[in-house]
């Protein structure tokens, strides 16, 4: 039958043995610990990302309340700019209608002191017209 020899398993067990000792030593403890260190790696990489997110979600909500402030602002000296202009705007209408007032009371004047000549060259020439028409009353008649 089957002749075992005790020799040759013997010799075949220590070279298995010396293989898997060289196959630690060259292939699996390297093996891993290159997945060890890549794991570690991977793992801050991670963590540095998780930070990472955090910063950028409160720099967004620094942004945002940095715009929110920026806009109240600017809404803020548009209406303080509007009022300004408001009141300018009614202290011109004040000034140009008392310009326009005291041209009104200027043209009243002038056209009173109008009048009276008006009305004094039409007394004289009344007078005269008068007398006109007398003499030629006087020349008819």
């Not at 070279?15 to 390297?30: A, E, N, R, S, V």
């Not at 004094?120 to 009353?137: A, F, G, H, T, Y």
Request: charged residues 40%; proline residues 1%; aromatic residues 4%.
């Amino acid at each position: 039958m089957l002749d075992i020899n005790i020799g040759v398993m013997a010799i075949m067990a220590i070279l298995f043995f010396i293989t898997m000792f060289f196959l630690k030593i060259w292939l699996f403890d390297p093996l891993v610990k290159f997945m060890d260190e890549r794991e570690a790696k991977l793992k801050n990489e991670m963590e540095l990302i998780s930070k990472n997110t955090e910063e950028t979600k409160e720099i967004e909500e620094e942004i945002k309340t940095i715009l929110q402030l920026a806009r109240d602002d600017a809404r803020k000296t548009i209406e303080n700019a509007k009022l300004k202009a408001k009141e300018e705007a009614e202290k011109l209408k004040a000034i140009k209608v008392r310009e326009i007032e005291e041209a009104k009371e200027a043209l009243r004047e002038q056209l009173e002191v109008e009048k009276k000549k008006i009305l004094s060259e039409l007394l004289k020439d009344k007078d005269e017209l008068k007398s006109l028409i007398e003499n030629k009353l006087r020349t008819v008649a």
